[in-house]
């Protein structure tokens, strides 16, 4: 019998001989996700909420470049800005005053989702912006009936004109975030490699048992995906071995590491797709585009 192999870390549903294969950060074989198919016609959209209680996590940044990436493979893309903040509306050079924003949407001030939807400069990536008159959603919303499925209501317009659509959500569990779950098919959890960020997916994922039990059965966790790794620091390896340990094959293989060229691709107001094609960092999101289609998150 041979002796076993002192290099590979046992993982929750993996075999421990892996032979010759490559291993990745996650510590499973590397998988070559193959490039997706052109679509014969588009819709409806599958919608995935880009959700995590904890802020600067890369729910923002993942939802840009995830969308540009599924755009490059000839997806139809709506990324919603569901955040005050309005950094996704930012990041993608869109104007957020003096236009349409998803808190006309949700207080029926415009009745037509159509209207609001803006074209951003990479083909097939349309954005519904947001600016800081969301954060008076929730007060407004409160006393409405059905409050949490107003956003379902609003995106049901332009379901079919996409493939995809993506919900950049706030950094809490509230009444929007709540909306959001509500309308969305698949959750996506971006988790930096940090300790903190790591404490709060539990109840995130418990809030999203009760998003199917209540209001919206046909949820599900479409995956968790590690950003900010850091492979030289001992710290990130440790996060992530322990996000794989505890979720599984609902951790993504797919990991987003840390750069600069992110902050870089914000101030230049496109996706690091077209900022830097050739970086790792776009191969890492062009990775997840594909594993979300191998997994069947996205069409």
Excluded: W
């Excluded at 966790?221 to 992530?240: C, F, K, N, Q, W």
Aim: with cysteine.
């Amino acid at each position: 019998m041979p002796a076993p192999r002192e290099d590979v870390t046992e993982l929750p549903g993996f075999a421990g001989d892996f032979g010759n294969a490559t291993l990745g950060p996650t510590g499973r074989p590397v998988t070559e996700f193959a490039t997706p198919k052109k679509l014969g016609s588009h819709g409806p959209a599958r919608i995935i909420a880009l959700c995590n209680q904890k802020g600067g996590v890369g729910k923002t940044t993942t939802t840009i470049n995830l969308g540009a990436a599924l755009a490059e493979y000839g997806r139809r893309v709506l990324a919603i800005d569901f955040d005050p903040q309005g950094a996704l509306s930012a990041g993608l050079g869109v104007p957020t005053h003096d236009v349409t924003t998803i808190y006309d949407l949700l207080l029926g001030r415009s009745k037509d989702t159509r209207a609001a939807i803006i074209e951003t400069s990479t083909p097939d990536l349309h954005v519904i912006p947001a600016n800081i008159d969301l954060s008076a959603a929730e007060v407004h919303l409160v006393n409405e009936v059905a409050r949490e499925q107003i956003l379902a209501r609003v995106l049901r317009q332009v379901a079919d004109d996409y493939d995809i659509i993506l919900i950049d959500c706030q950094p809490s569990l509230g009444l929007l975030t709540v909306n959001a779950l509500t309308a969305a098919h698949g959750v996506l959890i971006p988790l930096e490699c940090e300790y903190f960020a790591l404490r709060g997916v539990a109840l995130l994922i418990e809030t999203i048992d009760k998003i199917r039990d209540r209001l919206n059965p046909a949820i599900r966790l479409d995956g968790i995906v590690a950003t900010m790794y850091d492979p030289r620091t001992l710290h990130s390896r440790e996060v992530l071995e322990r996000v794989v340990e505890t979720f599984g094959d609902a951790a993504l293989e797919t990991v987003i590491g840390r750069t600069v060229k992110f902050p870089d691709a914000t101030v230049a107001a496109e996706p690091i797709t077209t900022f830097a094609p050739t970086h790792a960092a776009s191969e890492a999101y062009r990775q997840l585009a594909r594993e979300l289609v191998a997994r069947g998150a996205v069409a």
